[in-house]
Structure formats: C-alpha cells, structure tokens
C-alpha cells in the first residue's frame, strides 16, 4: 500500500498487492474471558469520564511481584495479609500499567474488552484503517509484531514519512517515526498502552500534510461509531 499526492493536490491510498510481504492471515482464536464483575467495570469506567484510561488488573499478579522486590520481612508480611484481605480484582492506572508493561490487564477503559485476543485484533485493525502495512516476520498475536507506515511523493517516488510500529501481545505500543533524513530525524513519538487518542495526535504531529486527511477521516470515523 502506497498513499501518494496526486497532481491535483488529494491523495490516494494504492494497494499494489493484495497480500504484501508479511501479511498475515487472521486467525480464530477462542479465550475464554476472566470473570470480572460487572460492577467493578461500571466503576472503571466512570473513573474513565476524566479522560484518562483506567484498567482492572488481577491482585494476585501484582503482590507476587511486590513480593520479588520487597526489602523486608515485614514489607512481605504486610503483603500477604493484604492478598487474604483485599478483593480478587482492583482497578488502577496507566502509571501502574508502566511499571510493569508485560502484563496483560483483564479489562481498560480503551478496548474496553476482556478478551485479549479481541482487544489484540481490535488494535491491529484499527492500525491498517491508518495504512500501516505488516512486517515480514510477524508470527501471531502471541508475539511482538512490527507494522510500517509509509508516505510516498508522488513525484519522486521517495518516502516522505515513515512510522515503525511495535506491538506487543498486551497491547503496549511503541511507535518510531522517521522523516526527511532518517538518520537525524528518528524518534520515538509514542510508547505506552494502546490510545487512539494519543497515536492520532502523535502522527498528527509528525506527519506530512498530504497524509493528515485519513487521520481526520479516522477520527470522524471513530467520532460516528
């Protein structure tokens, strides 16, 4: 997939192969979903309403790695009893997510699923909506996968803009963004949980002109749904 400008200053998105390299076929996997109470969801997402994404994570995963890194008998004590005494589920932050960004939450205010392997297809197709196009080494869901978005001139066939995207099984996202020489000017422009909100912002703020006009088409898109 190309998206070049054309001559009379719109732009086109050009599928030059229907399968490019690395495509990967979509798979059905079945997960059955962690039983969360609905009544904690309905919490998370009230918390949610000051526009910041809330998550509902498993106690038990938490305290065992509290227990890794604590400095004391008295610290781990105090863990223990907090593991008999507390709820099976808490709701937390992003911030909390970030301390330990390989584990995967039971539900966020962003996908707002249990199912991880829904949020996973979610996510990834929301992506390719923005021309992101899949690397040659992508295996599964599973695993890491690396997406490319680039932006073509029309007139010299160079690559204006580019945009690597890592994602990873619970949804933590890392986007690289390359423009005029690579060399000088690449950055990571995003890396945290999956936003849409933050990832349309970021691109908007690093992309070519000619390639702004699907990000408001997304955003509309998303403003509809």
Known sequence: MKIVQNPDGTISVIDEDGKPDGHVEEISI??????????LIDECEILS???LTRFI???Y???TARKRVSQSKEETRDITIDEVLSDEYYISDEN???LMPSRFPYYDTETKMTCRWSKHKLAIGWFQKLGFQPGPSNVGPEFEQSFTLSVYD??????LYKCILRIQPNLFINLIAEHGDFIENKKTIYKGFFSKNKILEM???TCPDIYRSIIRDVKLENLFA
Request: glycine share 10%; net charge negative; proline share 3%.
């Open 57 to 59: 994570f498993d106690k």
């Open 203 to 205: 691109l908007n703020e």
């Open 30 to 39: 079945e997960y059955t979903s962690s039983e969360v109470p609905q009544s």
């Open 154 to 159: 029309n007139e010299t066939g160079g690559i």
């Open 96 to 98: 909390e997510f970030n």
């Open 49 to 51: 309403q000051d526009g």
């Open 61 to 63: 995963l938490t305290n």
